[in-house]
């Protein structure tokens, strides 16, 4: 089946501490997305990718890294530079916004509680 | 100004009633757009999209207002099942080009 996978759905990390969060997408698309999502809010866009081997800042960028090798994946690396890590993660993936249909696709996001 | 704004609700209406979100966006440049679903705690789930003619998807209605900036959800005929957050989704047509999400209007409808 094609689909969108996060990996993991829980995550706890002592505070300091680098953590990566996967993302794996079989659906071909070419565009990928990192969302943040914190208790009664919206999603906020923290990086994008349209292609491989390129992406954007989004709004909420600082304390955050990503990179995109494989069209398949777009991992989230949580820096200790990022003031307030804790929230709901979520990934997605999309043709690009060029094309007709840019209905993205949701992994089922992964919770991180930095402690 | 948010570049998609949303009321946050939330809307507590009864079984069987119709209820109506709308949605304005800033960029004039916008060209897709979406009503996503988000249930408490899950990931956000494509509900409809909104073409320019407006659309219709069984008790769900979209519309679209190009000059005046916004976008509509109606719901007619509300189930308990309905109850979620609802989210507006903006693809601009230049610049960056990743969906811009309203922060969500939270419905909850009542026996």
């Known amino acids: 089946d094609g689909g969108i996978t996060q990996s993991p759905k829980y995550l706890f990390r002592k505070e300091g501490q680098n953590v990566t969060l996967s993302c794996e997408q079989n659906?071909?698309?070419?565009?990928m997305y990192w969302y943040r999502q914190d208790p009664g809010q919206g999603l906020r866009l923290i990086y994008y990718?349209?292609?491989?081997?390129?992406?954007q800042k989004g709004d909420i960028a600082e304390g955050y890294s990503v990179s995109r090798e494989k069209k398949e994946s777009f991992p989230l690396t949580v820096t200790s530079a990022q003031k307030n890590p804790t929230a709901f993660y979520l990934c997605?993936?999309?043709?690009?916004?060029?094309?007709?249909?840019?209905?993205?696709?949701f992994g089922q996001g992964t919770r991180l509680t930095v402690v | 100004r948010k570049e998609v704004e949303q009321d946050p609700g939330p809307f507590n209406v009864p079984e069987g009633a119709t209820v109506a979100f709308n949605c304005t966006y800033s960029?004039?440049?916008?060209?897709?757009f979406f009503w996503y679903r988000q249930d408490c705690r899950k990931e956000p789930k494509l509900l409809m999209s909104?073409?320019?003619s407006g659309n219709e998807d069984g008790r769900f209605t979209a519309q679209l207002n190009r000059a005046s900036q916004y976008i509509s959800l109606l719901i007619r005929d509300s189930k308990l099942s309905d109850s979620a957050t609802y989210l507006c989704?903006?693809?601009?047509?230049?610049?960056?080009?990743?969906?811009?999400f309203g922060s969500g209007t939270r419905l909850q409808v009542q026996p």
């Open positions: 659906l071909n698309h070419d565009a």
């Open positions: 909104v073409y320019s």
């Open positions: 990718s349209q292609i491989v081997n390129d992406f």
């Open positions: 997605a993936s999309s043709m690009p916004a060029e094309s007709m249909n840019t209905e993205a696709f």
């Open positions: 989704v903006v693809v601009m047509d230049t610049g960056r080009r990743a969906l811009t």
């Open positions: 960029n004039s440049a916008s060209q897709s």
